[in-house]
């Protein structure tokens, strides 16, 4: 059963960057995909990007791309989603989630989940 522990989230200001971090323990199967969502106020759990955990590729949300980077770690069992140029409409609980399901893009893909870290991005 993996779990997965994210970290890195904090207050920033527009312009400037941050790294999460999503460690997972226990076995990560070939098959899986690591996701990124993320989930401001009063507003619905959104795709922010996904990584096969095989071969690297990626998708992002077009509302990240070119800012946003993810990546993973398979020595060290862990995600990263580098954030680079935030603007204030990036605040949100960002969640890390693992998955073998498809479609890529949507929640009800990936059965496991973080805690969640805030990411706070001010004007």
């Known amino acids: 059963q993996v779990q997965l522990v994210e970290s890195g989230g904090g207050l920033v200001q527009a312009g400037g960057s941050l790294r999460l971090s999503c460690a997972a323990s226990?076995?990560?199967?070939?098959?899986?995909?690591m996701a990124w969502f993320r989930q401001a106020p009063g507003k619905e759990r959104d795709f922010v990007a996904v990584?096969?955990?095989?071969?690297?590729?990626?998708i992002y949300a077009d509302s990240v791309k070119g800012r946003f980077t993810i990546s993973r770690d398979r020595a060290k069992n862990t995600v990263y989603l580098q954030m680079n140029s935030l603007k204030p409409e990036d605040t949100a609980v960002y969640f890390c989630?693992?998955?073998?399901?498809?479609?890529?893009?949507?929640?009800?893909?990936?059965?496991?989940w973080g805690q969640g870290t805030q990411v706070t991005v001010s004007s």
């Open positions: 989630a693992a998955g073998d399901r498809l479609p890529l893009m949507t929640r009800e893909s990936y059965d496991r």
């Open positions: 226990g076995r990560v199967f070939s098959t899986m995909r």
């Open positions: 990584i096969a955990w095989i071969n690297g590729v990626t």
